[in-house]
């Protein structure tokens, strides 16, 4: 699950991270009111998207001269100014895809005198089995790029959790920065500060970018982004009341009431496959074939009738869909189970689009004896190249 910038920076606050004073607002008529609030004479206005890129992106809107997601102000008014032309507009990212997000809500912030930007993040370094940090002097850059182009600027610090963030710890951070006098000294208690954070709230993903040494020799968290691991939401009632559903596709939150692994695509081939590793195969050979898939959507090993009736129902209810491959090996899950799910959501919904089906493993024959029996238009597929290459004929 992913919070908005405002939201984390609050949640950091509350572990003693330093973060600017700032409000977030959803309509124009808020911006004056909230802008005088802050200390200034410099302000920031900030698009509140779960994207990132929004410094650099254009409103669909307002042309390709205009400023993007992230705006500075040198007076109340100006301030004012931006939030009217932003808010209700289509702000497209590198991550939010020629679509764009709609821009329902800002963050007005009091301005830095900045002196240096850094990174850090921190995740689950899967390679030593242990919560890291990641840092680098290039803040406020793209981390991938720098990681391609001058990988020896980042460092990476695993940190043990029997121990925590030891002064070590610390100064391996702050060295691989460079800081001195005060920023060295905010760095003992903001780096065991963002772990305990981190740790507690069963994050997934910490990143500050930038994370800022002011005029003033101090550290300061300038931007923030935060996702959680929806495992553990269970343990975090607090976490869970943040949640905001207009930032997320429908069709994902309509699979999460069922415990689908969903996520939307960009193409035209609906993919209902059971096992994370088969769906992954499964898309990369409708590309290979020349398609491109709509959706991830693993189905799980237990589903019942109903859960795969209400995973077809979801792919359908994509207008891009334009032909649908099911895929099923049959270890836990029972391919009579699919069967019967594919048919009674496709009695439920009707079947506009070609469909092919591949069934392989326990009860396989009754699996196919259901679909071919049901009368209804499914092509069946011997196996996954079979079913690829029908499925992207079908589609052509």
């Known amino acids: ?42 302000y920031v206005v900030k698009s509140q998207i779960h994207a990132g890129g929004r410094g650099k992106g254009k409103f669909k809107e307002l042309g390709p001269d205009a400023k993007g997601g992230v705006r500075l102000a040198k007076s109340v008014e100006e301030a004012v100014s931006h939030v009217r032309e932003m808010l209700g507009n289509t702000l497209v990212t590198a991550q939010t895809g020629e679509a764009g997000k709609q821009v329902n809500r800002l963050y007005i912030e009091d301005g830095a005198d900045i002196d240096r930007e850094l990174y850090l993040s921190l995740l689950v370094d899967r390679s030593v089995g242990r919560v890291a940090f990641v840092v680098s002097t290039e803040g406020g850059m793209d981390i991938e790029a720098v990681a391609h ?25 702050s060295d691989a920065y460079g800081l001195d006098g005060a920023a060295r000294e905010d760095g003992k208690s903001l780096f065991p500060a963002l772990y305990k954070a981190f740790v507690e709230k069963d994050m997934s993903l910490l990143e500050v970018n930038p994370l800022i040494v002011m005029t003033d020799g101090h550290l300061r968290v300038l931007d923030a982004k935060v996702s959680f691991d929806g495992n553990a939401l269970f343990r975090h009632e607090d976490v869970k009341a943040l949640r905001d ?77 334009k032909g649908i491959l099911v895929n099923i090996f049959g270890g836990i899950m029972r391919c009579d189970v699919i069967a019967e799910g594919v048919v009674a959501a496709v009695k439920d919904v009707g079947l506009t689009v070609p469909l092919v089906v591949r069934l392989e493993g326990t009860n396989v024959e009754k699996g196919k004896a259901i679909l071919n029996e049901s009368g209804l238009a499914i092509t069946a597929a011997d196996d996954l190249d079979d079913a690829a290459k029908k499925i992207v004929a079908a589609v052509g």
């Not at 973060?19 to 410099?42: F, M």
């Not at 695509?265 to 769906?279: E, R, S, T």
């Open 1 to 42: 699950m992913n919070i908005h910038e405002y939201q984390a920076k609050e949640l950091l606050k509350g572990f003693g991270a330093p973060v600017a004073k700032g409000v977030a607002i959803t309509s124009a008529d808020e911006a004056e009111a909230a802008a005088r609030q802050l200390p200034g004479p410099l």
């Open 245 to 321: 559903t207009t930032e997320e596709d429908a069709k994902e939150i309509e699979a999460s009431k069922y415990d689908l692994a969903y996520v939307a695509l960009d193409g035209d081939i609906g993919c209902m496959v059971n096992g994370a590793g088969l769906a992954m195969a499964t898309m990369d050979i409708i590309k290979l074939y020349g398609k491109e898939p709509a959706n991830f959507l693993d189905v799980g090993g237990g589903a019942s009738k109903e859960k795969v009736t209400a995973a077809f129902k979801i792919i359908t209810a994509d207008p891009n869909v």
């Open 149 to 173: 182009d001058t990988p020896e600027k980042i460092v990476t610090v695993a940190i043990d959790p029997l121990t925590g963030v030891t002064e070590a710890d610390v100064a391996r951070i």
